[in-house]
């Protein structure tokens, strides 16, 4: 068997599998979940804030439209004052109790329309803010897709290149010894363990003296009697 040529072959898959399970990460990875889930948060916050902001004005129109129908009643209560039909005491006092009532519901009034102005100013910085947070995460976004599509670009260049290292390997190597390879792959990911100073690389137990002998002369193929796998011995 080709001991030599599984052992490259063996290397070359396990550089191809690195490179495919890390294509694989990052692909899944370049979807950027959290960071469009955050825009997403942040894009209903600023739409709920226009909304607040679209009612404060509708509130602040209607007292204003108050005001003016209080003044109103005030010119008209003014002027039933001062004309001919208040003839008694105690009907200047009831328009005047009246106009003391319009006087402070104006008051009040003019306190709603300051306490919604402060609101609506709250709520402008608050969309500021968020429009500068979701300006952030999109730059962030960006720049992150850019960082994964690079990095995807480099793992393609490099299974381009291993792509047809193992075709070769698996055209030039005999039948037999691949089908005994493909067989070993079901059970380890690395079927061919290399010999270094007598120990099996596959399991780090030391190889009985007369196997590796055997090995080290090249006439048999051996399995470590340990582990199972394919021993290998690279000549120096
Ligand atoms: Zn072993």
Redesign the pocket.
Known sequence: MDLKMLYELQGLQKEMDAVLNRLRELNEAKDLGKLKEEYKRLKDEYLKGEDQLKKNAYRQEAKSNEIKNLEYNKKASEEIKFSKETDTVKKLENIEKQLDKIEEKKQATENDIIGLMNEADNINKELIETQKRLAFIKKKYLISKDAYDKAIEELKAQKEELSPRIDSIKNEIDKESYEVFNRLTKTYADPI?LVERRI?C??R?EVPAMDYEAIKSGDQDLK?Q??G?LLYYRKP
Do not use: D, E, Q
């Open positions: 363990a099996c596959g399991c137990m470590c340990n582990c796998r």
